[in-house]
């Protein structure tokens, strides 16, 4: 399954179809493929990456996170997740207009950043003013909101969905959207793993996943655990057995680091794509690593870190070793919490750092 992840970022890099694209958002260009699928076996293994250590205990909070509906990051940061701090920090100054007085990933930005997310772990009145990204994932799974008889009410999708599997295992209509266009425009970045849909048959269950926006090296391996995580858990919801995993792409992309560093990727994509396409071997691999190590600009001051081609360069000099497996204590999942999530074995190679673009 991790051969998967890694064949899918080789076609990224070197499919006829994938191309150099800039960002206007983030200012950091991107080597981009759209449209592309693959399907996890669950019966084989739990998909966590091998090829880098992934920080576990932060998926499973996150996905607990969404389950509860909540969209403050409070209980990610008491919990020493901050995978959500950079866009509730941007959000936080775009509501209030500071955006255009402190410059994102400027000096000042970093500082005022550490300093909001300490308020944000020690003063509970400033996280629930301060706090919130908008109405992203976990509202619109618990409390998407609609119009009835001319009132105002909130739909769980996610308790209907137990609901009606259970009652109709071989619907097709079990599906949730994170995708809500009304309010799009509130949030603090619009959902990327935007809708999921539920398949089952004969007491088995897979789950489909469609993603439209896909950053391979940072988001996608936390995608694929959570969602085959979310399979299991309502599998075990439903009495029924987690089969398959089904990640459905839109654009999937690597950035390629702002500036100057951007700038090199744009002008040699064509001959770079070519090297990767013949690399057969992991000596391939580090060989075009090392060149690169060694041509490659500086990266841009404040934006370090966000060249994410050499760090899945580095994954493809390792071998995938033997998928751990999960278990998942068989609670209602409003009760669940990181106590119920047990790997068992997992082993990985070291982690590789790189930076989110915000």
């Not at 693959?38 to 880098?52: A, Q, V």
């Not at 901050?82 to 866009?87: F, K, S, V």
């Amino acid at each position: 399954m991790v051969k998967q992840y890694l064949d899918h970022s080789k076609e990224i890099l070197s499919s006829d179809l994938s191309e150099y694209k800039d960002n206007k958002r983030t200012g950091i260009g991107h080597i981009s493929l759209f449209g592309y699928q693959n399907r996890y076996n669950l019966t084989e293994g739990f998909p966590l990456l091998t090829t880098k250590k992934l920080p576990f205990k932060a998926i499973v909070h996150e996905l607990i996170w969404f389950m509860q509906g909540e969209s403050n990051i409070k209980y990610l940061v008491d919990n020493n997740v901050h995978i959500w701090d950079d866009n509730a920090f941007q959000y936080q100054l775009e509501k209030k207009g500071l955006d255009k007085k402190i410059s994102k990933h400027s000096d000042e930005w970093f500082k005022k950043k550490e300093e909001y997310i300490s308020k944000i772990k020690e003063d509970k009145n400033f996280a629930k003013e301060n706090g919130d990204l908008g109405p992203v994932y976990g509202t619109q799974w618990r409390h998407w909101k609609t119009i009835e008889n001319g009132n105002e009410i909130e739909i769980d999708q996610f308790g209907k969905l137990i609901e009606n599997i259970k009652k109709n295992p071989t619907a097709k209509r079990h599906i949730i959207s994170a995708w809500n266009p009304g309010e799009v425009s509130k949030m603090a970045l619009p959902p990327c793993h935007t809708l999921f849909h539920i398949n089952a048959n004969g007491g088995k269950m897979d789950l489909l996943l469609y993603q439209r926006s896909c950053d391979m090296f940072l988001g996608v391996p936390f995608n694929i655990a959570s969602y085959a995580m979310l399979t299991q858990i309502i599998a075990q919801q439903t009495g029924l057995e987690p089969r398959r995993f089904i990640h459905t792409f839109g654009d999937s992309h690597f950035y390629c680091g702002a500036g100057e560093r951007g700038k090199w990727y744009k002008e040699n994509f064509q001959e770079l794509k070519g090297k990767i396409n013949e690399a057969k071997t992991s000596e391939d691999y580090s060989n075009i690593l090392n060149e690169l190590n060694n041509i490659l600009p500086q990266e841009e001051k404040g934006k370090e870190g966000q060249d994410h081609v050499t760090a899945i360069l580095e994954q493809m000099t390792r071998t995938p070793k033997q998928l751990t497996r999960l278990n998942i204590a068989n609670k209602k999942f409003d009760d669940l919490t990181i106590n119920d999530f047990v790997l068992e074995n997992y082993d990985s190679y070291p982690a590789i750092r790189r930076s989110m673009a915000v």
